[in-house]
């Protein structure tokens, strides 16, 4: 069975702040997908990234920098720099290869106070 | 391209009530999913589509019901509504190919209570 675990339920820091996100999952794939998505107070969900299990480079976008570690089965995510419109929700997510459909943690909620 | 939309986008029902929430993509994607969040939790997975006219149960399928005739379409019904069922519902679909493989794109989601 897939899981995703995200043990920080809430974060709360100060604008300008780095803050990392933890997302730790467990799958017997071989091949897989994690996901990070953003869920504003408006309640859509926004796709920030997709990385699959053959590629552990790093990525860094703007702000966003992401922190792919097989050998302890994380995907961290980190935002340099906070702002205020980054509070939202964030889920990590793990894509099983057979029916190609999501495993969600239960979100971290970030607060980034002014 | 509109992407992924939803109707309605609010409802209230009452117990024993039926309906159907609508789902469209117009990214001839082949997979499409419902998924269904509650309060303070992550997203959990009712049924998905591989294709038109092929279904399959997720983890939460129980009290729902789905088909799919065309690509675009995924609707997700609702036969007996109970209180449990109060959620947001969430489609989704993917492309299993390609620059941007197996990423889901969400709906605005359906926000239902049942009372």
């Known amino acids: 069975a897939q899981k995703v675990t995200q043990a920080q339920t809430e974060i709360s820091v100060v604008e300008k702040e780095d803050v990392t996100l933890d997302c730790v999952y467990e799958?017997?794939?071989?091949?897989?997908?994690l996901f990070w998505y953003k869920q504003p107070p408006s309640g859509e969900l926004v796709f920030l990234i997709r990385r699959n299990s053959f590629d552990e480079q790093n990525e860094i976008s703007g702000r966003y920098s992401w922190n792919f570690q097989k050998s302890t089965s994380s995907f961290n995510f980190t935002i340099t720099a906070s702002q205020v419109v980054d509070s939202a929700v964030y889920f990590c997510a793990l894509m099983d290869t057979g029916r190609r459909a999501l495993t969600f943690g239960s979100g971290t909620r970030l607060q980034v106070q002014p | 391209n509109a992407g992924v939309t939803q109707t309605p986008k609010f409802r209230i029902l009452k117990i024993g009530q039926s309906m159907t929430l609508q789902c469209t993509q117009d990214m001839n994607h082949n997979y499409m999913y419902w998924y269904r969040q509650d309060p303070g939790m992550g997203l959990k997975l009712i049924y998905y589509?591989?294709?038109?006219?092929?279904?399959d149960k997720g983890e939460v399928p129980n009290g729902y019901n789905v088909s799919r005739s065309t690509t675009e379409d995924f609707p997700l019904r609702l036969e007996l509504a109970a209180p449990s069922q109060t959620s947001v519902y969430f489609c989704?679909?993917?492309?299993?190919?390609?620059?941007?493989?197996?990423?889901?794109?969400f709906g605005p989601g359906t926000r239902l209570l049942v009372l």
């Open positions: 799958t017997r794939d071989t091949t897989y997908y």
């Open positions: 589509s591989v294709g038109a006219g092929i279904t």
């Open positions: 989704a679909s993917s492309y299993p190919t390609g620059m941007e493989a197996e990423t889901q794109y």
